[in-house]
């Protein structure tokens, strides 16, 4: 009987220690904020929910067995690598450096949205930021660090040279005065992890890395699902194949320098021959010549492992919901559907 009890209290023991380790090795920023009034038990669900704790009741036994209960409201930086005591320890000492900065870039977001995201986070002006775009010696520094930046984006056509490489996520930077230059290679050497998965894959492509987050930025642009995804990838590869042109409306917008959301093109837009425009009769079967935003590791994988489709096809309704075709008839057919439906985009 002494032995069983012994054994029960080894492994309860082993059960809490573990239970109160970090989750993960993740060191990624998560914003947790303490509201005026809150107590460690009553934000168990929320820490539990966010990923940053393993369980609330282990967690709940550590508040009690070490009487914790003071906790100061404010918006914290906590980290899954945090264990329940460095999550604690930071929610009651209240370590929060004023100074600084997390910045997040969205998934989708174009050289355009992060420059302004760059200006308005920090001390750094649009100037800073094209000059450092246009510094050869740290372009070529890169290109000698990073195994997946190469000599296509020193191409005098792109828009931006690194259009496309900035991993999107949220960093944390010391204050406001970061470099230009330090926002730059904290997110690089994030996407350089985030590819490094695939470098084999990669590497024995028909298609170079340029070319691969190229397409995996018209692929974010254009689908909302993972499976979307896959079967947009698909849909391009099929037209690359077959020398047709993309025809993607994502493209033809960002060659115009026109969002979406803003307006119709005009004719003249529509068949400007840019290196942007997949519209025109001079890129059949040709990519645009670079990135157009910045995709998420789905799209990426996406334009890595299409789905093996006989569409050629694809349209959205204003709910983002995505419909294949196999020929034109079939395409012209589903967007009049969509029409008489009301399922049909219009600009305000």
């Given amino acids: 009987m002494i032995s069983i009890i012994v054994i029960l209290v080894c492994v309860g023991v082993l059960l809490y220690y573990n239970g109160i380790k970090a989750v ?3 060191n990624k920023i998560i914003e947790f904020e303490v509201k005026e009034g809150s107590r460690f038990y009553s934000i168990s669900d929320e820490l539990y929910n966010k990923g940053l704790i393993k369980s609330e009741f282990w967690y709940k036994v550590y508040l009690k067995l070490n009487k914790i209960s003071s906790i100061k409201p404010g918006v914290y930086n906590l980290k ?3 264990s329940v005591q460095e999550i604690i320890d930071t929610l009651s000492n209240n370590t929060i450096d004023p100074t600084v900065v997390n910045i997040t870039f969205k998934e989708g977001y174009n050289f355009y949205d992060i420059i302004n995201t760059i200006t308005t986070k920090t001390n750094n002006t649009e100037e800073d930021i094209i000059n450092q775009l246009n510094n050869d010696e740290y372009i070529n520094s890169i290109i000698d660090k990073y195994w997946f930046i190469t000599e296509e984006i020193k191409n005098d056509k792109l828009y931006y040279k690194l259009e496309g490489y900035l991993y999107p996520d949220t960093y944390q930077f010391k204050n406001k005065d970061v470099t230009v230059e330090t926002i730059f290679n904290t997110l690089l050497n994030q996407m350089d992890k985030k590819l490094s998965a695939y470098k084999e894959k990669i590497e024995n492509n028909d298609y170079t890395i340029h070319q691969v987050l190229t397409l995996a930025s018209i692929i974010e642009l254009e689908g909302v ?5 896959t079967s947009i990838a698909g849909v391009l590869y099929n037209r690359l ?15 115009s320098k026109v969002r979406m959301s803003e307006r119709d093109l005009s004719t003249s837009e529509l068949n400007d021959d840019n290196g942007y425009n997949t519209r ?3 890129m059949a079967g040709k990519l645009p010549i670079g990135p157009i935003c910045s995709p998420s590791i789905e799209s990426i994988k996406a334009s890595l492992y299409p789905e093996e489709n006989d569409y ?29 439906e009301g399922l049909w985009y219009e600009y305000n």
Wanted: glycine share 4%.
């Fill in 280 to 282: 025109v009769s001079t």
């Fill in 24 to 26: 993960s090795n993740d």
């Fill in 241 to 255: 194949n077959s020398n047709m042109n993309l025809g993607s409306d994502v493209t033809t917008y960002y060659g």
């Fill in 225 to 229: 699902t993972e499976e979307d995804r």
């Fill in 312 to 340: 050629y096809f694809f349209v959205s309704d204003k709910n983002q919901k995505t419909y294949f075709t196999k020929n034109i008839n079939e395409h012209n057919a589903k967007i009049q559907e969509l029409k008489k």
């Fill in 80 to 82: 899954k690598s945090m």
